[in-house]
C-alpha cells in the first residue's frame, strides 16, 4: 500500500507541474498530503499493533517501558549534550547545503552543462547518500523492512515534504516550459521505475538480485540519456 502512495504521489506531482509552475496553493497541498501520509503510517502501526497477540503485546510493552526508563535516564543526565548536538547537527546540515549548492554551480560552471542535469545527476546522488548508507547497513542486517520503507519513504517525502515546503517558501517556475524543458521525459522515467519497482515487488514483497541489477541498469542508462544529452 506504501508503494501505491507514492506512485500517487509522484502522477499528482506531474499533474500540478503541467502547467510549468509549483505555486504556493499546490504546495500547501502536497505539504498536506505528507501529514497525511504520516498520520496514515501511524495508524496502520497502532492499528497492526493491537492485532498482535497477547503474548507478543505483553513482551512489546514491557521492551517500550523498559526503553522509556532508559531514555528518560538518558535525557536528565545528558540533556545539555543532547541540545548541542542539535544545533551542531541543524548548522551542519545548512553548512552542508550551502557547500553542496555552491559546489554544483561550480561544477555547472567548468562542465558547461545545465542546472537540471547537475540537479539530477550530482546534488541527487549526494542527498541520497544517507539513503543509500542506511539501506545497505539495513539490508546486511536483514532487516528488509527497513531498507525498503527507507527508501519509498524518502521518495514520498521529498515530493510531498521538501517540494510542498519549498513551494510554500516561493513558488518554483520550471524555465523553457514543463514540456519545452524536456521534464516531461525525467517525469516519464520517474513513473516508470516507481511502477517497475511495484511489478518486481507485488508478488512477495522482495526484491531479488536479478531485479535489482534491472533496476540499477535502467539508473545507469538514465544518466547516460543525461550525458548525451547535455
Not at 526503553?67 to 548548522?91: D, F
Not at 562542465?111 to 546522488?125: N, Y
Not at 521505475?193 to 545507469?220: G, H
Request: hydrophobic share 50%.
Amino acid at each position: 500500500m506504501t508503494h501505491l502512495l507514492m506512485l500517487g504521489a509522484s502522477f499528482y506531482l506531474l499533474v500540478i507541474s503541467l502547467n510549468s509552475k509549483i505555486g504556493r496553493f499546490e504546495g500547501a497541498s502536497l505539504f498536506f498530503g505528507i501529514c497525511l501520509y504520516t498520520w496514515y503510517n501511524y495508524y496502520v502501526t497502532g492499528k497492526t499493533s493491537r492485532h498482535l497477540p497477547d503474548e507478543m503485546q505483553l513482551k512489546s510493552s514491557a521492551i517500550i517501558k523498559s526503553s522509556a526508563i532508559i531514555k528518560k535516564v538518558e535525557t536528565n543526565t545528558s540533556r545539555i549534550k543532547q541540545i548541542v548536538l542539535i544545533v551542531t547537527g541543524i548548522a551542519g546540515v545548512v553548512a552542508g547545503a550551502d557547500l553542496l549548492i555552491d559546489s554544483s554551480i561550480k561544477v555547472m560552471k567548468v562542465l558547461g552543462v545545465s542546472e537540471k542535469f547537475v540537479g539530477l545527476t550530482i546534488v541527487a546522488f549526494g542527498t541520497s547518500v544517507p539513503e543509500i548508507a542506511t539501506s545497505a547497513v539495513a539490508a546486511l542486517r536483514k532487516e528488509m523492512d527497513i531498507s525498503i520503507g527507507n527508501l519509498i519513504g524518502s521518495n514520498v517525502f521529498n515530493i510531498l515534504g521538501v517540494l510542498g515546503a519549498a513551494s510554500l517558501i516561493k513558488p518554483i517556475l520550471i524555465p523553457g516550459g514543463f514540456i519545452g524543458s524536456g521534464l516531461i521525459i525525467d517525469y516519464i522515467v520517474m513513473m516508470f521505475i516507481n511502477s517497475l519497482l511495484w511489478v518486481l515487488m507485488r508478488k512477495d514483497l522482495t526484491v531479488q538480485r536479478n531485479e535489482a541489477l534491472i533496476l540499477f541498469s535502467c539508473y545507469v542508462g538514465y544518466v547516460a540519456y543525461l550525458i548525451i544529452k547535455s
